[in-house]
């Protein structure tokens, strides 16, 4: 297999001042998703970091980690488990509720999705606060599956969300 493209993935990432809300610059992913390029390259980077690791599931999740997920465990050879906001998934599930600034969320992954002693590779597309991927690692625990790492397409450093996470490993393409 040939080396990942080299392309500077954050020319592909769009500044949104105010979005959400005032203060806030939101990194848009879609011009990166609009390059078969640079979408690719990022597949292939991500790939390349974890390649020869031993991952069999990469488990992503909702809604943006589905888009980077999914191709990534196609490259890899490996399985693909959406992880979903509550009453999405129609098989009994396993769930984890988390907090987030005004209130909090649960996330559910189906109960026999992950296998116990699996190895699994977490993906998302933004490290944040890290409230989200922090419940993704407790489900990843409580399934008895073994986490080999975390990975973003993009963290935003200033959030310290990586203090708030406990894998062997925090990986992202893009730090901000």
């Known amino acids: ?49 974890f390649r020869g690791r031993g991952v069999e599931v990469i488990a992503a999740a909702e809604a943006r980690g589905f888009i980077f997920g999914a191709p990534l465990a196609m490259q890899m050879g490996a399985g693909f488990v959406p992880i979903r906001k509550p009453g999405k998934l129609p098989y009994a599930t396993i769930a984890q ?37 922090k419940a993704c690692i407790d489900l990843v625990h409580s399934a008895g599956a073994e986490l080999v790492a975390c990975a973003f397409v993009i963290e935003l450093s200033f959030l310290e969300g990586r203090a708030r996470l406990t894998p062997p490993e925090v990986f992202s393409l893009i730090t901000y």
């Open 97 to 133: 509720e988390y907090q987030l600034e005004y209130g909090s969320d649960r996330l559910e992954v189906h109960s026999d999705a992950l296998g116990r002693g699996r190895r699994v590779l977490l993906l998302d597309d933004v490290l944040a606060t890290g409230g989200t991927m």
């Open 1 to 49: 297999m040939t080396a990942p493209a080299t392309i500077d993935l954050r020319e592909y990432i769009r500044n949104i001042p105010d979005f959400p809300k005032p203060g806030i610059q939101f990194k848009d992913i879609t011009p990166l998703l609009a390059s078969p390029e640079a979408f690719r390259s990022a597949i292939e980077q991500l790939a390349a970091h």
